[in-house]
């Protein structure tokens, strides 16, 4: 485990939904650190997307502590914690979540426009963005076009290059190979891999294939570090 200070970390978590009499998360520590690339993993309905939503301060937990860059989620209003994200934490969603009236190009300017943070990182948004989606093999012939009319990989690959702009401190990737196949999981793996290393980015990529487990510097089964052993996820 790195020494340096961590991007994003929790201790003592408890988390439970509502009319559920057990915790489904009950965690000792969970932390990234800068560069850091961790594979974790578990069953539909283990708590993969709950954790997720808990160090991105989407949810709170009713114990425990959550912090990103040191700041402690408990201690700020849901506003700051909302410009924490944006300015902080690059997404990469399961089923994309790109908008369909926009082209690939201002898809992947998005963050740029809600996060003067991340525009101010990029310097020029275009010419980084432009970089980007190049460094992702995305055809340039391709940008001027509304995203969703491009093929599954491809999208994916906007979306990648979405979350990286603006070199955020911390990648979350939710199951977005699911629907590649073996070959182009690979492929996309080595790409997110080297665009987080380049920026010095944290990646946090979370599936239940465990296949895919060996393409990263630290694995972590999330039923073996979570005590609660219920189900994870909302009803």
């Known amino acids: 485990m790195s020494t340096r200070t961590p991007v994003v970390e929790l201790s003592d978590l408890v988390f439970s939904w509502p ?4 915790a489904c998360l009950d ?16 069953e539909s309905g283990s708590g993969k997307s709950t954790l997720l939503a808990l160090l991105a301060g989407v949810l709170l937990p009713q114990q425990g502590v959550v912090r990103l860059l040191g700041q402690n989620y408990d201690d700020i209003s849901s506003a700051r914690r909302d410009r924490l994200r944006v300015d902080h934490i690059g997404f990469i969603f399961q089923q994309f979540n790109l908008l369909p009236y926009l082209t690939v190009l201002d898809n992947v300017l998005l963050p740029c426009r809600f996060s003067a943070r991340r525009r101010t990182q990029s310097k020029d948004a275009h010419a980084t963005a432009e970089r980007l989606l190049t460094h992702l093999d995305l055809d340039r ?13 491809q999208q994916q ?26 070959a182009r999981q ?8 080297s665009e987080c290393a380049a920026s010095g980015a944290a990646l946090l990529f979370v599936s239940h294939d465990q296949r895919l487990a060996a393409h990263f510097s630290r694995v972590v089964s999330l039923p073996q570090i979570n005590r609660a052993g219920g189900i994870g996820e909302a009803a």
């Open 19 to 22: 009319r559920q009499r057990a």
């Open 27 to 42: 965690l000792a520590e969970f932390s990234l650190t800068p560069g850091e690339d961790v594979f974790l993993h578990g």
């Open 141 to 153: 012939s391709l940008w001027a076009r509304p995203a969703t009319a491009l093929s599954v990989g």
């Open 157 to 182: 690959r906007v979306a990648a290059a979405r979350a990286l702009i603006g070199r955020p401190e911390l990648l979350i990737a939710d199951e977005p190979t699911s629907a590649l196949d073996a």
């Open 186 to 193: 690979v492929g996309f793996l080595n790409l997110l891999r």
